[in-house]
């Protein structure tokens, strides 16, 4: 099959001989049509080059009309029965005999594959963000609806056009083309070519090098048009969506996307160098909650979308100007009042189906923040726990932990007499279902997350503890339930008789043992991203904090700083109450000295960061982060 590669050319004269020489060395039946944008170096001249050594080269003019029009212009000229986009800074690789053997009878909309990347910045970048190998192996052909529908809530999506091979005659059929004028034209393009394609075939190999350098796109500073032509593309993405509405559990993961799109969106505002931030943050939210409610609405994304906001810019800015929702106007503050009971009402639904108000046996499958999570919720929003519950794990021996004040057991030790489990995981919920059905397939199965629409974790400690101010002001008069509020990790009432050997421990040792298990638990998460290629230097660049200060300088903070020590991340300082005791290759002071301005503050504490929240934002007009919370919304 004939391949017509298109590399737009502007200013790369330091790369572009080795892009094209890549292109070359593959041996592919091609033709190479590279269009310029109106460089102003050596480009253009290297490009003639091989226009004159090569007759499957050409060389066009776009008059500086921006990357867009030139890959347009390529698509114009092409004549292949396959479009390849190769930017001229890349390069690619790989057999390509495996994509024609693989694709040489069913001819495919688009074919997808893999790159890996390498970083020529000071920057951290993910390299293996674009190597999807190990999350989808080999799949059957898909249509891009399914594919999408499948794969995106696994992070196997991509938005890059360079990792696709597109059929012309289906990019002509359908008129699909970039955007004119707009950057990040690959998000817009990628998206509608897979919502129209039939036939998507997935090759598991890697044929693109993506190269991070200085002075690209993807690493200058993000600016006002950078920020206006986002907003531009998610609108064009979202009149796609529009027009597949019919899908329906498509329809959930489309709203989850516009979740992520704009929460990146609004990472991108707070790194930016606009000056009134604000504006850029509110049209944001009404561009999101706009399309929430002609798409699907989802509380929990709203929610967390408005807590996020919240700490970006602060309530002061939010509460300036009401917002439109079903007709309705609302202060910021009224809004979130309502989302907050729709999320009482959504989650007490689920779990008044939850058989844990009888004297009866049950056993829940998962002791992490979740499960804790939930029995809080249960207890805030049902009533008291009367059932007998066990509690299992995985990985731990019987008979080694405690969890809610009860002994632990693992999975495969589950009582004759236990005929109820309760899946208690938002992530890892597929895992634990088969290795139940393995274990006991007669015992009767409680999975939480079965529907399209359940996205998130009903039970984030965001969702649960993040009320709006008139909600705290109605409740004051419930001095326990804000209490509740308050505490997401510790030791709750709970005190159900089971029906296997009791254990008495104090207070205390019991308290040690639930800490040990938490930051254990905490510090495996933070091996699995390292892992994974996944940086919390990453996580702080994204959301703008460039100096932070460390809150609990125990190992878990020397931990913090050891990871952020060659980084972009400066550690000002650290706080600690016993500031004189300790020794540090950072200044150390007590949460009552004068603390300097940071960008944020890291609370590497387990237990009681709602406290210590309330505490520093008394004293310090940042975002105040847990870093248990980062490693595992990372």
């Not at 399209?452 to 993040?466: H, N, P």
């Not at 290759?585 to 237990?607: G, S």
Request: net charge negative; charged share 30%.
């Amino acid at each position: 099959m004939l391949i017509s590669v298109i590399v737009p050319v502007y200013n790369v004269e330091k790369y572009i001989e080795a892009c094209l020489d890549s292109i070359i060395e593959l041996n592919l039946d091609c033709e190479v049509i590279m269009i310029d944008d109106g460089s102003k170096d050596k480009g253009p001249d290297i490009c003639k080059t091989y226009v004159a050594r090569y007759q499957n080269f050409s060389f066009f003019l776009n008059k500086g009309k921006g990357p867009s029009d030139a890959r347009n212009m390529g698509l114009e000229k092409a004549r292949g029965e396959y479009i390849w986009f190769v930017d001229s800074d890349d390069l690619v690789c790989g057999d390509i005999r495996i994509i024609e053997l693989q694709t040489e009878v069913e001819k495919p909309d688009v074919i997808a594959f893999d790159a890996i990347a390498f970083n020529e910045t000071r920057d951290v970048w993910n390299l293996n963000h674009y190597d999807r190998r190990r999350k989808l192996g080999n799949i059957d052909i898909l249509s891009g609806k399914e594919f999408f529908e499948n794969y995106y809530l696994m992070d196997a999506y991509r938005d890059s056009a360079c990792l696709n091979m597109y059929k012309k005659a289906f990019l002509n059929r359908e008129k699909i083309q970039f955007s004119s004028g707009l950057l990040y034209e690959d998000t817009a393009f990628t998206f509608h070519a897979y919502m129209r394609a039939k036939t998507v075939k997935y090759i598991p190999q890697i044929y693109y090098k993506r190269r991070y350098r200085v002075g690209s796109t993807m690493t200058t500073g993000i600016n006002e048009k950078k920020i206006n032509d986002f907003f531009d593309v998610l609108e064009k993405n979202i009149q796609i969506i529009k027009a597949n509405q019919s899908d329906g559990n498509l329809k959930h993961i489309f709203a989850r996307y516009l979740f992520d799109m704009y929460s990146v969106q609004i990472g991108r505002i707070n790194q930016s160098d606009v000056s009134d931030k604000e504006r850029y943050y509110i049209k944001a939210f009404e561009a999101f909650s706009q399309a929430f409610q002609n798409i699907v609405f989802d509380i929990n994304m709203i929610l967390i979308f408005m807590n996020r906001l919240e700490d970006l810019t602060g309530l002061e800015t939010l509460e300036r100007k009401s917002y439109e929702w079903q007709g309705k106007f609302y202060n910021w503050d009224k809004l979130k009042q309502e989302f907050f009971i729709r999320h009482k009402l959504l989650v007490s639904k689920i779990l008044k189906e939850f058989p844990l108000d009888k004297e009866i046996l049950i056993g829940i499958y998962g002791i992490g923040k979740h499960t804790e999570r939930m029995l809080e919720a249960y207890r805030m929003y049902v009533g008291p726990i009367k059932a007998n519950m066990i509690f299992f794990d995985s990985d731990l021996s019987s008979h080694t932990a405690l969890f809610d004040n009860r002994e632990v057991l693992n999975i495969r030790d589950i009582p004759k007499e236990l005929d109820l489990i309760i899946i208690s995981s938002y992530r890892y919920q597929n895992e634990m279902y088969q290795c139940l059905k393995e274990i006991r397939p007669q015992t009767e199965i409680i999975r939480l997350y079965l529907k399209a629409e359940d996205t998130f974790d009903y039970f984030s400690r965001k969702l649960l503890s993040k009320q709006s101010k008139t909600m705290k002001e109605d409740n004051k008069m419930n001095k326990k339930v804000m209490s509740v509020l308050g505490v997401v990790v510790g030791a709750m009432a709970g005190a159900g008789a089971v029906n296997y050997k009791k254990i008495k421990r104090q207070d205390s040792d019991f308290k040690v043992i639930k800490k040990n298990e938490a930051i254990l638990k905490m510090f495996n998460q933070w091996l699995i991203l390292k892992q994974e290629g996944k940086t919390i230097e990453k996580y702080f660049m994204d959301n703008g904090f460039h100096r932070i200060a460390v809150y609990g300088m125990s190992y878990a903070g020397e931990r913090l700083i050891d990871d952020l020590k060659g980084t972009e991340i400066e550690v000002a300082y650290g706080i600690d109450r016993n500031a004189d005791r300790l020794f540090s290759e950072v200044e150390i002071v007590n949460v009552d000295d004068t603390l300097q301005p940071v960008d944020a503050v890291v609370v590497t504490a387990i237990f009681n960061f709602d406290e210590i929240e309330e505490k520093l934002s008394e004293l310090m007009d940042c975002p105040i982060i847990s870093l248990e919370d980062v490693i595992y919304e990372m």
